[in-house]
């Protein structure tokens, strides 16, 4: 899972709200924030735009607290 969910609970907003800033459907969105379907570079930008905060921040996965999962090597 994505950080995204989480990000986007604590805006307040709902996977239908979300998605219809973004113009695109429900199901495609909720692909993108289940991690698996990347988001088209113009999706990318909008959900900059939504949360305010980079794509690395937005589609990191997460250990289920919201915060990203580190990777070791």
């Not at 990000?7 to 692909?31: A, C, E, H, V, W």
């Not at 991690?35 to 980079?54: A, D, N, Q, T, W």
Request: charged content about 25%; some cysteine; glycine content about 6%.
């Amino acid at each position: 899972m994505t950080r995204l969910k989480h990000i986007r609970q604590q805006k307040g907003l709902t996977q239908q709200i979300t998605s219809n800033l973004l113009d695109i459907s429900l199901r495609q969105y909720q692909f993108i924030e289940a991690g698996k379907r990347k988001p088209s570079y113009e999706v990318l930008c909008k959900l900059e735009e939504i949360f305010g905060l980079s794509h690395r921040e937005l589609l990191a996965q997460n250990d289920g607290t919201g915060e990203p999962k580190c990777h070791q090597a």
